[in-house]
């Protein structure tokens, strides 16, 4: 292993600090998964990969061979020789034995790509999310988690709609239980979030538009409508709703981000900044 072109850690926490146990099952080496996980991040060539949870390597090495810079991270010290081992030899990869919630994201754009543990999926997501840098993640999650936040059978959860406009969350897959060593108790889901080229909300208006996700999803009178009409007008809410095709007696959980960015510039958008033409009418019909 050598450090190469690779970016420098930059706020390391001691060693001894935020030292945890996560859950994470691996896969043995050779596994198809790892090609499949890989072929679907659509990372290009030489670009820089960050890894969490690097384990015994196996992913890591194959990220390396496909021409990756790969900054991996390992929580578990004692690793260290499996992984020295696995990788020697290896340009362009370099191993950090350290909790990566402790660390700061790399200071140039990076992918995510790996297996990571299933115990802290959303706050290392989260770690990606606050990255300015932060590209695509395509990661093993719990497959109930990857269908919750990619709407599975409708359903779409707060983090998924307050990020929309500048990420994409889908699934791309499931991976059977029994592809990891040791078996966990769930099946695993391929999540793939993906900044997006044009964002559908100026970043200027990110603030404004997660307040109103943020009130949409506060609960207030069990529905999306009796929510926000707590903060907005009655009739321009129904005025806002029904343009989007939403229903007024719809729950949020049902509404799709799509439909949110409908509303956001029906109630807030059109005073702040002026909405593109597909978002403000797209398409649906009240029911």
């Known amino acids: 292993m050598r450090k190469g072109r690779l970016p420098p850690v930059h706020g390391v926490r001691g060693r001894g600090q935020r030292r945890r146990v996560y859950s994470q099952n691996f896969l043995p080496e050779g596994s198809h998964v790892i090609d499949d996980l890989i072929s679907l991040s659509e990372v290009p060539e030489h670009a820089l990969i960050v890894e969490i949870g690097a384990g015994r390597g196996v992913i890591t090495k194959k990220l390396a061979e496909s021409g990756y810079q790969v900054?991996?991270?390992?929580?578990?010290?004692?690793q260290e020789k499996v992984l020295e081992s696995s990788l020697k030899g290896m340009k362009d990869v370099r191993v950090v034995y350290r909790d990566v919630l402790g660390c700061s994201p790399p200071r140039q754009p990076f992918?995510?790509?790996?297996n990571i543990p299933f115990g802290v999926?959303?706050?290392?997501?989260?770690?990606?999310?606050?990255?300015?840098f932060f590209v695509s993640a395509t990661v093993l999650v719990q497959l109930e988690y990857a269908r919750k936040r990619s709407g599975y059978a409708g359903r779409w959860s707060k983090r998924t709609v307050e990020t929309w406009p500048w990420y994409s969350w889908t699934q791309l897959g499931t991976v059977p239980r029994k592809e990891f060593q040791p078996v966990p108790s769930v099946d695993a889901g391929v999540l793939r979030i993906a900044r997006r080229d044009e964002a559908l909300v100026p970043a200027p208006s990110?603030?404004?538009?997660?307040?109103?996700?943020?009130?949409?999803?506060?609960?207030?009178?069990?529905?999306?409508?009796?929510?926000l009409a707590t903060q907005y007008p009655r009739d321009r809410v129904l005025t806002a709703l029904?343009?989007?095709?939403?229903?007024r007696g719809v729950v949020v959980a049902f509404v799709s981000p799509e439909q949110w960015i409908s509303i956001y510039w029906s109630l807030?958008?059109?005073?702040?900044?002026?909405?593109?033409?597909?978002?403000?009418?797209?398409?649906?019909?009240?029911?």
């Open 71 to 78: 900054l991996a991270y390992e929580i578990d010290d004692t």
């Open 111 to 114: 992918h995510v790509v790996g």
């Open 121 to 132: 999926t959303s706050g290392i997501l989260d770690w990606c999310l606050r990255s300015k």
């Open 206 to 227: 990110r603030p404004h538009y997660q307040r109103l996700v943020a009130l949409g999803f506060s609960g207030k009178g069990g529905t999306l409508y009796h929510s």
């Open 242 to 247: 029904q343009r989007a095709g939403v229903r």
């Open 268 to 287: 807030v958008g059109e005073r702040t900044g002026r909405a593109p033409r597909a978002t403000r009418s797209p398409g649906h019909k009240p029911s």
